[in-house]
């Protein structure tokens, strides 16, 4: 029997579609394996006793559930000491990160001035500059912070001429909020450029009809662009608070003598002593160093989730897909 020109159409149409559902699926659940197969791994693993590490037939599921890796891991690390700075220092410095960002992106984005196109070169060029090039002179600049100008070898300082001496603020909030406040703290350009493709998007006419019902620049700013501007603004924060969460860098630096979650992880996982945590059998250390690398990991994933919703609306609308 012939089949039907028609017929031939749809089953190839048919077999198109199911070939694209199933391709999309079977990557769909690659990637998927690829991401979440790390982090199950490390939760089951956290739970695991030294003899289930030892117990051949023992691969996911531990046969002994404990806390005790949690419970060494939380005195190792001291949490309680570190737990309230580790919250608050990413809060501060994402939030001045967010609105400095959000003020320098709407200029790059609504108005045409000078130099403008070279400053956004610089923006960019900002963004894969890494930080470590940037920690000596940033150091010797907070450690005898000034507020005045260097010419050659001579500074003219304002503190230096009133007390005699320049101010330390290392070990105290203010390198952050200095460095979120002149954009030039860490991966602020991501930031700028994320909000300005976002304000590039929005018509001309919202600036326009504000204007003629007698709106200033700045009313404009804060009544029209503003409220709709929040989801691209808790990405940004999103973004800001998971790097300066995660960092050990500028907080190794800056922060030498207060304690932050990060980088007392990363001194947990470069001490081979074990004599500080009461511990003697090296697979022991292992589980208590997987479970403090959850201690950073699943806060962020537990505000992931929160705000999940924010992030992918405000994705899509910023230009980036697509």
């Known amino acids: 029997m012939e089949i039907s020109y028609k017929t031939k159409k749809r089953i190839a ?70 737990l309230l700075n580790s919250f608050l220092y990413p809060l501060i410095t994402s939030f001045v990160q967010m609105c400095s960002a959000t003020l320098v992106a709407y200029g790059f984005a609504r108005y045409n001035f000078r130099g403008k196109n070279f400053l956004f070169v610089l923006v960019v060029v900002a963004m894969v500059i890494p930080p470590d090039l940037t920690l000596l002179p940033l150091y010797m600049g907070f450690r005898y912070f000034d507020i005045g100008i260097s010419v050659g070898a001579f500074r003219f300082g304002l503190l230096q001429l009133i007390t005699g001496k320049s101010l330390n603020v290392l070990n105290t909030v203010v390198p952050y909020v200095l460095l979120g406040i002149t954009c030039t703290g860490l991966k602020n350009g991501l930031y700028i450029f994320l909000m300005r493709q976002y304000f590039r998007g929005l018509p001309k006419e919202l600036e326009e009809a504000s204007y003629v019902d007698g709106a200033s620049t700045a009313q404009a700013f804060i009544k029209v662009f503003l409220p709709s501007a ?34 007392a992880l990363t ?51 910023s230009g980036l897909v697509g």
């Open 267 to 317: 001194r947990l996982l470069e001490n081979a002593s074990t004599v500080s945590a009461g511990i003697s059998n090296l697979t022991e250390v292992s589980l208590v160093r997987n479970c403090a690398m959850l201690f950073l990991i699943i806060p962020m994933l537990v505000l992931y989730l929160i705000c999940q919703r924010y992030f992918t609306e405000s994705v899509e609308r």
């Open 13 to 82: 149409k048919y077999t198109v579609s199911t070939g694209n559902w199933l391709l999309r699926t079977v990557l769909f659940i690659g990637i998927s394996f690829v991401i979440l197969y790390p982090v199950v791994s490390k939760i089951l693993v956290s739970f695991m006793t030294v003899e289930d590490v030892y117990d051949a037939s023992v691969q996911y599921i531990p046969k002994n559930w404990t806390l005790r890796n949690y419970q060494n891991a939380w005195d190792f690390l001291e949490m309680n000491s570190l």
């Open 230 to 263: 929040t989801q691209i603004m808790i990405t940004v924060f999103l973004f800001s608070y998971v790097w300066q969460w995660l960092d050990d860098i500028y907080s190794s630096v800056f922060l030498q003598q207060v304690p932050v979650l990060a980088t």
